[in-house]
């Protein structure tokens, strides 16, 4: 066992970001990207770090907690929870679509019963719209049940890789994200051209009034 670390605090000398730059220092490709001092100013250092440095050390972190065993355990679990409920969610999503179908021949049938009934006669008004109202009636829950499987199906896991929206050529890459509050927020991950010899990367979220229009240039550009 190694030595215990030191409570890390905000007036702690071995602050939690100097102990991060212990890790930091030991990947190089990440360390040539951020000020060199930085993690010699202490927890200020980490405040002057621009959004993009602070993603790159979040990253990081993110990579380390992936390679314990009981995070990717659990990940694992999760994972295989989720494809079960898409698994079912499916099968109910074709259910209840199939349900639906029934529903609109039935009503076809029970009109042409009573056309039948009355020996050809056509049906009074009153009672073809008690038939469909009835069909109707029972179709839109069937379609509600369709839809609610439908959301079902939908809903990603935590634990499921996200995916971006759009990758355009200009070297964005548009992501939507749930955020803490559990509202759904588009952000967007600048790396310069895909030619570029140094690429950049800089990153952005999208403000409430602007996702309209961010929205309809994703619709556009897939």
């Known amino acids: 066992m190694g030595e215990e670390s030191p409570a890390l605090t905000a007036t702690n000398e071995n602050s939690w970001f100097q102990a991060l730059g212990t890790s930091v220092s030991k990947c190089h490709f990440i360390s040539k990207e951020l000020p060199s001092n930085c993690f010699d100013l202490g927890n200020g250092g980490y405040d002057k770090l621009n959004s993009s440095e602070k993603l790159r050390?979040?990253?990081?972190?993110?990579?380390?907690?992936?390679?314990?065993?009981?995070?990717?355990?659990?990940?694992?679990?999760?994972?295989?929870?989720?494809?079960?409920?898409?698994?079912?969610?499916?099968?109910?999503?074709?259910?209840?679509?199939?349900?639906?179908?029934?529903?609109?021949?039935?009503?076809?049938?029970?009109?042409?019963?009573?056309?039948?009934?009355?020996?050809?006669?056509?049906?009074?008004?009153?009672?073809?719209?008690?038939?469909?109202?009835?069909?109707k009636s029972e179709a839109a829950l069937a379609r509600t049940e369709m839809l609610e499987a439908m959301a079902l199906k939908e809903t990603l896991s935590n634990a499921v890789r996200t995916e971006p929206v759009l990758l355009d050529v200009d070297g964005r890459v548009f992501w939507k994200l749930n955020g803490y509050n559990g509202q759904s927020d588009i952000l967007l991950q600048?790396?310069?051209?895909?030619?570029?010899?140094?690429?950049?990367?800089?990153?952005?979220?999208?403000?409430?009034?602007?996702?309209?229009?961010?929205?309809?240039?994703?619709?556009?550009?897939?």
């Open 57 to 135: 050390l979040l990253n990081l972190i993110c990579d380390e907690a992936l390679n314990t065993k009981a995070l990717r355990g659990w990940i694992d679990d999760e994972n295989s929870s989720f494809l079960e409920r898409q698994k079912e969610a499916r099968e109910k999503v074709l259910a209840a679509k199939d349900k639906e179908k029934k529903l609109k021949q039935k009503m076809l049938d029970e009109v042409a019963k009573a056309i039948i009934e009355k020996n050809g006669a056509p049906i009074s008004v009153s009672n073809h719209k008690e038939i469909v109202s009835r069909i």
């Open 190 to 222: 600048d790396m310069g051209t895909w030619n570029s010899v140094a690429p950049s990367e800089k990153w952005l979220v999208y403000a409430d009034e602007q996702k309209l229009e961010v929205e309809k240039y994703i619709i556009s550009s897939r």
